[in-house]
């Protein structure tokens, strides 16, 4: 037969997504930032900042730095920029780049002016100098065109190229040329020379940026809004000035051992990253999942390893290689890494190949020895039950086996069975409007039992029912080996009167028993009866009850679709069975 949407359930159902907030659309124009306000969505206007040095509340104070006309003006990004994402080897398809975590707007949003010894002053730099004793003075003092300080009654003082670790001294030195004693000397750089510096190359923003010549190069990177991880590098950033190279740089040693280069940056320097040289993509059991930058078309796997640092339980390496139209695979033992070429373009995956050599059971219930038993790999049940001390009152023919992955497949087949439920309470054709109406409520209530049944567990209970064959089932890792007490009692559940617990009795038979606890319920359906033995397994229809035992009534599935009612009948057979539980709706 033919399945739709009924109108009238649909229609109640967009109103329920619209009146939720699923459904929202915005319009933003240029120039607008969406916010969001209470659930409701809003834009507001915003303006451009240029880059005029001017510090900001919250912001570190920037040197002013006049930016030429028709370059980019990059407003330096907020310290309370969005971090990166977590390292994963892909987002989707695309594997994410070694390196392209750096660049989130946190290097430059600080200028550095901390102490460097090894800073060479320039001109610009401005110079604290304090003299006290036999005469006073304080001032800060520019070094000026001709690379001095001038102190009154001293004289110019040149400063230009000298240490940074050696200014206090130099200044000291020729203070005491004019006042040998009496007289203390204290000098210290201030604050370093603004500069502007060209950053081009393969970076997201290129243009020309104000900040201090001690700034690192990575603040200068970051004001041009990063590296552009699918096409710039990271191992050869090169820092050239009059056209020729002052430096390179290497970020993947500051990355992995906070090394780099402390270099003085002038007006006019220029930063460039070239193109991104050879790429091997890692994967698996590594700490850093990336795809990372070569230097050279091949190098060994021992060297990428060094990159991506395996995790200690990684045991090997694959390797895919594509070599023309066909694509290859290699594996090998990780301890052979240094005996592995690896090239640019290849596919690495490290992998934790482990054998289970012994298994760990838990022991529960009536049992006075230890509790948990490691056992060899490929023990049996009968190997476990060797080792156990039962209680005087432990009932070892009622013994239970508790089993992880028979309560993920319990778990797996409920949802599937519910998800057909759903399917077919959802897509029933009706033919006038009171039948919609009438299926739209009988739909509500079907996925109010849905819900409340996906959120009950399985329990796993593996059935022991052949007590002969028993014994041979092979143990698994987590296994739970369960000792229940011997009992007299008899469990009655289910659309019964009064669900009880009562005291076995001889030859009672399950209408006995219902009986006792006031009879069935006018939703009782006494041809679905469940008689529940304590190993799991479901008695024949006609058996009496005996000790231990739980009897089950199950209701009746009041509805005109024969579908429904089968999928709910199935779903409480599998709950009852699988988690001992029965839930209506």
Do not use: C
Request: hydrophobic share 40%.
């Amino acid at each position: 037969m033919n399945r739709m949407f009924p109108r009238a359930l649909v229609a109640a159902l967009t109103l329920s997504l619209l009146a939720h907030g699923a459904v929202a659309q915005t319009t933003s124009q240029p120039g607008t930032v969406p916010t969001s306000t209470g659930g409701m969505t809003s834009s507001s206007t915003t303006t451009p900042t240029p880059n005029t040095g001017v510090p900001t509340a919250g912001t570190a104070a920037q040197p002013q730095s006049p930016v030429p006309v028709g370059a980019p003006v990059v407003a330096p990004p907020s310290p309370t920029a969005p971090l990166p994402p977590s390292p994963t080897a892909t987002t989707g398809a695309k594997p994410i780049v070694f390196g392209s975590q750096m660049f989130s707007g946190r290097f430059g949003a600080v200028t550095f002016s901390g102490f460097n010894p090894d800073y060479q002053l320039a001109i610009g730099d401005r110079v604290l100098v304090r003299l006290w004793g036999a005469t006073g003075y304080e001032a800060v003092q520019p070094v000026d065109a001709q690379g001095n300080i001038f102190i009154p009654n001293v004289g110019p003082v040149k400063v230009v190229g000298v240490r940074n670790g050696d200014l206090n001294q130099l200044v000291d030195n020729a203070v005491k040329k004019v006042f040998r004693a009496n007289v203390g000397v204290y000098a210290t750089l201030e604050a370093a020379q603004p500069v502007k510096v060209y950053v081009t190359g393969f970076v997201r923003a290129p243009g020309l940026y104000g900040g201090l010549s001690s700034d690192s190069v990575l603040y200068y990177i970051d004001r041009a809004a990063g590296i552009d991880p699918d096409r710039g590098s990271y191992l050869a950033v090169d820092v050239m000035r009059n056209g020729k190279l002052r430096a390179r740089i290497d970020l993947y040693q500051f990355l992995l051992k906070g090394q780099i280069e402390a270099l003085q940056l002038q007006d006019g320097d220029t930063i460039v990253v070239p193109p991104r040289r050879h790429a091997v993509v890692v994967t698996g059991e590594v700490l850093n999942p990336y795809q990372f930058e070569l230097s050279k078309p091949q190098v060994t796997a021992a060297e990428l390893m060094a990159l991506a640092q395996p995790n200690p339980n990684a045991t090997h390496i694959s390797i895919v290689r594509s070599i023309g139209a066909e694509r290859r695979s290699e594996y090998h033992p990780i301890d052979k890494a240094g005996e592995v070429v690896v090239q640019a373009g290849d596919e690495v995956g490290v992998t934790a190949d482990k054998y289970p050599a012994t298994i760990l059971v838990r022991i529960d219930g009536a049992h006075l020895g230890e509790r948990s038993f490691v056992m060899p790999y490929g023990a049996r049940l009968k190997d476990v039950v060797a080792r156990l001390k039962p209680a005087p009152q432990a009932n070892m023919d009622a013994l239970q086996l508790y089993r992880r992955s028979v309560a993920a497949k319990q778990k797996e087949s409920l949802d599937q069975t519910l998800r057909g439920l759903e399917v077919t309470a959802l897509t029933g054709r009706s033919s006038t409007m009171e039948e919609a109406n009438l299926r739209k409520t009988e739909a509500e209530l079907i996925l109010q039992f849905v819900e409340r049944a996906r959120q009950i567990v399985p329990k796993g209970q593996v059935v022991l029912a052949d007590k002969n064959q028993a014994g041979e089932t092979v143990m698994e890792d987590g296994d739970v080996v369960r000792l229940p007490e011997l009992s007299n009692l008899v469990a009655v559940s289910g659309e019964v009167t009064f669900a009880n617990t009562l005291v076995y009795a001889p030859n009672y038979s399950i209408d006995d028993y219902v009986d006792l606890v006031g009879g069935y319920t006018q939703r009782s359906d006494r041809n679905k009866t469940l008689l529940m033995r304590p190993d799991g397994s479901i008695a024949p229809s006609g058996s009496k009850p005996g000790p231990g035992d739980e009897i089950i009534v199950f209701p009746k599935v009041e509805t005109k679709w024969v579908e429904v009612a089968r999928g709910i009948t199935s779903i409480l057979y599998q709950l009852a069975i699988s988690a001992k539980v029965l839930t209506t709706f």
